[in-house]
């Protein structure tokens, strides 16, 4: 393979690894109004956390509904850490 062959095809490369960046944190931008702001909780949330919380206040209910289902989700952490400790 020549060099001018090769260093095409390194520009090809880096031209598709920029278009691809892009395309995945083309959200990254995108305003609080905006479909995409929130399309990807676990990757929003890991970046700036403090995005992902609502401040506001809680509906009737609501507030004991989400302590329920906070337990039930540490319980069930809690029997798939016991579960694999046993291995």
Known sequence: MSVRTSCRFGMALLLAALI????LLGSE???AGSPG???SS???C???RSRCLYEGAYEP????YAEQEAKAL???A???LRRNAGR
Request: proline share 0%; glycine share 20%.
């Open 20 to 23: 691809s960046g892009c395309s």
């Open 74 to 76: 540490n319980r069930a």
């Open 46 to 48: 890991s970046w700036n």
């Open 61 to 64: 209910g609501e507030r004991d």
């Open 78 to 80: 809690l029997e798939k």
């Open 42 to 44: 676990s990757g929003e």
């Open 37 to 39: 702001a929130y399309s």
């Open 29 to 31: 931008g995108a305003g």
